[in-house]
Nanobody, 117 residues
Framework: QVQLAESGGGLVQAGESLRLSCAAS????????MGWYRQAPGKQRELVAT???????NYADSVKGRFTISRDNTKNTLYLQMNGLKPEDTAVYSC???????????WGQGTQVTVSS
């Protein structure tokens, strides 16, 4: 088992930046994929960005060029740097860790990001 704890959310104005962190209770070197997802009120949860153990990244089209995902295996932490925030980025952001062997998905409880216009 592993616990994931997000932090770094808050209320910002459009155009500003935030950096989200997802701290794991143990080594994240066992997770083949880690990612950030978000859910806005009344909408389904959507993928924001993922990063593999090898460092390959993938982004939703809506955040490409503005958000950067990274993982620091020495600190057992996943990050999401969000620049140029827009009101439509307002959502609860959650991190997810996926292991292949043994297989398992783990979620954090989320952190609120609110962007005012």
């Amino acid at each position: 088992q592993v616990q994931l704890a997000e932090s770094g959310g808050g209320l910002v104005q459009a155009g500003e930046s935030l950096r989200l962190s997802c701290a794991a209770s143990r080594s994240i070197g066992v997770f083949n994929y880690m990612g950030w997802y978000r859910q806005a009120p009344g909408k389904q949860r959507e993928l924001v960005a993922t990063v593999t153990l090898a460092g390959t990244t993938n982004y939703a089209d809506s955040v490409k060029g503005r958000f950067t995902i990274s993982r620091d295996n020495t600190k057992n932490t996943l990050y999401l740097q969000m620049n140029g925030l827009k009101p439509e980025d307002t959502a609860v952001y959650s991190c997810k860790a996926t292991a292949f062997s043994p297989p398992g998905d783990y979620w954090g409880q989320g952190t609120q990001v609110t962007v005012s216009s």
